[in-house]
């Protein structure tokens, strides 16, 4: 899907939908419940399924668009289920992921005027006044090991929590113990992830052409992502909407740890026995299918014992951290609940993640005295190597 | 005069929709109730996909009751004011709505109460899915009966709407007693657990079967909120046998004689469209697709048989191992040749996956072909010699379509140890092409005249009501009883016209 796409473009894929709520679930026989929205409020209407028939009913002029159809587009945690599991959708052409119908309609709803009180309302009065959802990177890499020449280079993605802040700073800290030379790639705009999310599409272009612009230079070399968000925007949007793209070698940062922990370059501390539980981002698990790496981390670290939750890997279940519609009250929130709950059930001591949305929405629900039970695969490597 | 009479019933209830709102609200609780123009909206067509051939109707709320009193309340409420209800499922259902009415949509009522392994029985909530039930039985030594359902599909909907499953070779119907509630708010059971502290082993007991009344009636008769279906003892040994024919004829004779002499637990007639296309995988479906897209569904390429006869063996193994053995005399016999796993391995790797799938795990997962187009059935039965007879029609009819519908699929099995035989062929028109669309669905109804009368074939769902005589008359009679004021589905199913 490029920038230009319409409602109209995407009408026949809404109408292949045939309203069974496969999307909503995980494969048999578990049949884990998946869609944080479906889970919250089991309706065929919150489903991915009921996104692709208000698609189908604006078209065939069933309803007018309005700020109720907007709240609900909003409401959509964005955590990609529906297209790991409908298999009618994906399968048949025009290709079109139901996220993607998703963020369409949030991008139509942005077009017409119509934007969710507040996060998105404050993301678009920044965009609309900037141009711009970018704000500079902590990421300063030490002289000992930045270099320009170096064959990998890490992208200094945008900062705008403290979590984000400190996950930056334990990164950089990580890649000075490994010691390897690299170079950093650092744009003070954003990459573009957050806008195409949301539906800020007519901001977007031109950031991510001045990314690209810079990127390409670098093109023969690795790019390593801190924020799974920028990733999988970068490696599978780009080529949508940049017609000048050519691939670039890319990283998680999950995925040069577990490297460099079995080159020797990277070792654990002896530290007390902890028991620690993995969630899957949505992005760098079922956007990125990084399901390995991170648990290949985990368990190159002493004393670390790691238990699996119910729901894992290309079955995770979401944070809830991008539901920014009101449509679904509380639905954020209580996705997070769920989840901690589930980790709960597992006994660990902490639970780990790969992405400072998750962090920020687990620690958001949690009791000032759990709060520290959440931390990052970064931030945890980092204390104990 | 019916115009009229719908029209004021219709004025009714515009005038009274807030107060019944604030009843339903106060009576099941306000989360239960919907009335948000998204929700309505997309509960406007029920029908699976937004499909622009069926009827919009926008309900005025969307109940999703959480227990039995839930729906009793509901169905109380909706009584008194005589406004129009209609129950659904989860996935698909075979009817539409009724504009500015209820609908009642049970998937949140979605517990397994009991699988007995004893008797051979599980007690479900509506809202039940095939795959949360086989899944559940997994481990238990017992098995739903062979689907054709998706996965996320219920299984009532499928019991009721008396689905191909219904009609397979050993099983009979799913249904084994069912908990109904009436409009006024009665609620009773069908089979033998209406007796009090009894189970519901049995679905017919010293009164009439009332459960047959409950099946294709579309929820015109009662709101169903809970089921016992048959579950089925998963044998020592068991293996799918493929044998192939050039004609339709010769493999109606090799079932027939198979289940005249006990041998298959569940057998299928394919067509080649349909058995080289029915489970594909996207890759496989690339790689297949082109073909199957240009070719002319009655002429299959050299060496591809033009029917695929499957059977499921189970039992003992030294059963099976003989059964084996029969199947391949008798698909001498009758001039067809056995297909060795080897070969379809090798020739139709998906189609022997998806069978393994069926009859393996005994589950059912949504192929991704039925998106290809807006898949158009026709579905008879008929006596086994008139059906011969049947397929060459029907397939002649398909034929004039063209290309533009293909794959042709059909299928077609024995039903009550072959005194009848299923035959459903379909093909996947281009959703957007409505003209064509409608050209389908005006053959059809000539072909269910045609077949009616030529073969005496009899349609599997409601094909007009005056073609059904005094049994619509009797039908009416007892829906006037059940549902005095003409609440239940009352746009679509079972009466068409939207009054009695």
């Known amino acids: ?385 | 005069m019916a115009t009229k009479t719908m029209r004021i019933e219709r004025e009714i209830v515009s005038s009274e929709r807030e107060t019944i709102f604030q009843e339903l609200r106060k009576a099941i609780g306000a989360e239960k109730v919907r009335d948000d123009e998204i929700t309505l909206v997309t509960y406007g067509r029920v029908r699976h996909g937004f499909d622009i051939m069926w009827p919009f109707r926008k309900p005025s709320f969307v109940v999703f009751p959480e227990t039995r009193e839930d729906v009793v309340e509901t169905l109380k409420i909706a009584n008194r004011h005589k406004f129009p209800v209609t129950s659904v499922g989860t996935a698909p259902i075979m009817l539409g709505t009724t504009e500015g009415g209820i609908i009642l949509d049970q998937r949140r009522r979605d517990r397994i109460l009991e699988i007995n392994t004893d008797s051979g029985y599980a007690v479900i909530e509506p809202g039940v899915s095939f795959d949360k039930l086989t899944s559940a039985l997994r481990g238990t030594g017992f098995k739903c009966s062979v689907g054709t359902m998706p996965g996320p599909g219920t299984v009532l909907g499928q019991a009721l709407s008396r689905g191909s499953q219904s009609f397979s070779t050993r099983y009979l119907s799913l249904v084994l007693d069912l908990e109904v509630v009436l409009p006024d708010g009665t609620v009773f059971s069908t089979g033998s657990s209406h007796f009090d502290g009894v189970g519901s082993h049995l679905r017919y007991g010293p009164y009439p079967d009332l459960a047959g009344l409950y099946t294709c009636a579309y929820g015109a008769m009662g709101v169903i909120t809970k089921a016992a279906i048959r579950i089925h003892p998963v044998n020592e040994a068991y293996r799918i046998h493929f044998a192939g024919f050039d004609n339709y004829s010769d493999a109606v004779d090799y079932v027939k004689d198979l289940i005249n002499n006990n041998i298959p637990e569940h057998t299928f007639i394919w067509n080649w469209h349909m058995y080289l296309t029915w489970p594909l995988s996207p890759s496989d479906m690339e790689a297949v697709m082109p073909q199957i897209l240009e070719s002319d569904f009655r002429k299959p390429p050299e060496g591809t048989p033009y029917n695929l006869v499957s059977s499921f063996l189970s039992g003992y193994k030294e059963l099976v191992d003989a059964y084996e053995k029969v199947c391949a005399k008798v698909a001498k016999k009758c001039h067809g040749r056995v297909l060795s796993d080897e070969e379809v391995e090798k020739r139709f790797p998906a189609t022997l996956a998806g069978f393994r799938q069926q009859y393996g795990d005994y589950s059912y997962r949504e192929s991704v072909h039925w998106s290809k187009g807006r898949f158009a059935g026709w579905y008879v039965f008929a006596e086994p010699k008139d059906m011969k007879e049947i397929e060459k029609f029907a397939v002649n009819e398909f034929s004039k379509f063209g290309k533009a519908i293909n794959p042709v699929n059909y299928y077609s099995h024995p039903f009550d140890f072959g005194r009848s035989i299923l035959l459903r062929i379909g093909g996947f028109p281009n959703p957007d092409d409505i003209e064509l669309r409608k050209r389908i669905s005006k053959k059809f109804d000539e072909m269910y005249e045609m077949a009616l009368k030529r073969y005496r074939a009899v349609p599997i769902r409601p094909i007009g009501s005056d073609r059904a005589g005094t049994y619509m008359k009797v039908l009416r009679s007892i829906k006037k009883a059940l549902d005095p004021n003409n609440i239940l589905n009352r746009d679509s199913g079972l009466f068409e016209e939207g009054e009695l």
């Not at chain 1, 969710?116 to 970018?134: L, N, R, S």
């Not at chain 1, 079995?262 to 530290?271: F, I, N, R």
Request: charged share 25%; with cysteine.
């Open chain 1, 1 to 385: 899907m490029n920038l230009s796409t319409t409602l109209e473009d995407v009408q026949a894929t809404a109408a292949r939908c045939l309203r069974e709520a496969r999307c909503t679930y995980g494969p048999w026989p578990e049949n884990h419940p998946l869609c944080p929205m479906y889970w919250h409020e089991p309706s065929f209407t919150f489903s991915g399924g009921g996104y692709l028939f208000i698609v189908s009913a604006l078209l065939d002029k069933k309803i007018d668009f309005n700020q109720s159809i907007t709240d609900f587009a909003f409401s959509c945690t964005g955590c990609m289920a529906c297209d790991s599991n409908c298999n009618i959708i994906r399968f048949h052409e025009p290709y079109v992921d139901i996220l993607d119908i998703i963020r369409l309609l949030r991008s139509e709803a942005v077009k017409r005027g119509f934007i969710p009180e507040g996060v998105a309302k404050k993301m678009y009065d920044k965009v609309k006044k900037t141009g711009d959802y970018g704000k500079a990177s902590s990421l300063k890499l030490p002289d000992k090991i930045s270099s320009d020449k170096a064959d990998t280079v890490v992208f200094a993605e945008c900062s705008h929590t403290r979590t984000q802040k400190d996950i930056c700073e334990a990164a950089v800290r990580l890649l000075e113990k490994i010691g390897s030379p690299i170079s950093q790639f650092a744009e003070r705009g954003c990459c573009g992830s957050t806008l195409y999310d949301f539906g800020f599409w007519g901001h977007l272009e031109p950031l991510a052409k001045a990314h690209w612009e810079k990127m390409k230079g670098l093109k023969d070399k690795t790019f390593v992502f801190i924020n799974p968000h920028c990733q999988e925007f970068i490696v599978k949007r780009y080529p949508e909407i940049l017609p000048d793209y050519s691939s670039i070698n890319n990283q998680h940062i999950s995925q040069l740890l577990a490297d460099a922990f079995k080159k020797g370059k990277l070792k654990s501390k002896k530290t007390d026995k902890v028991k620690v539980s993995y969630h899957d981002p949505c992005y760098l698990g079922r956007g990125l299918k990084i399901y390995d790496a991170p648990r290949e981390v985990l368990a190159s670290l002493d004393g670390v014992e790691m238990v699996e939750m119910v729901r894992n890997r290309e079955n995770s279940f979401c944070c809830g951290a991008r539901a920014l519609g009101n449509y679904v009250p509380n639905l954020s929130e209580d996705t997070a609940r769920e989840r901690i709950k589930e980790f709960e059930a597992t006994g660990a001591d902490l639970l780990i993640t790969a992405c400072a949305y998750c962090k920020d929405n687990f620690q958001n629900v949690m009791p000032g005295k759990d709060k520290a039970k959440v931390k990052d695969l970064i931030e945890f490597v980092n204390e104990h190597t």
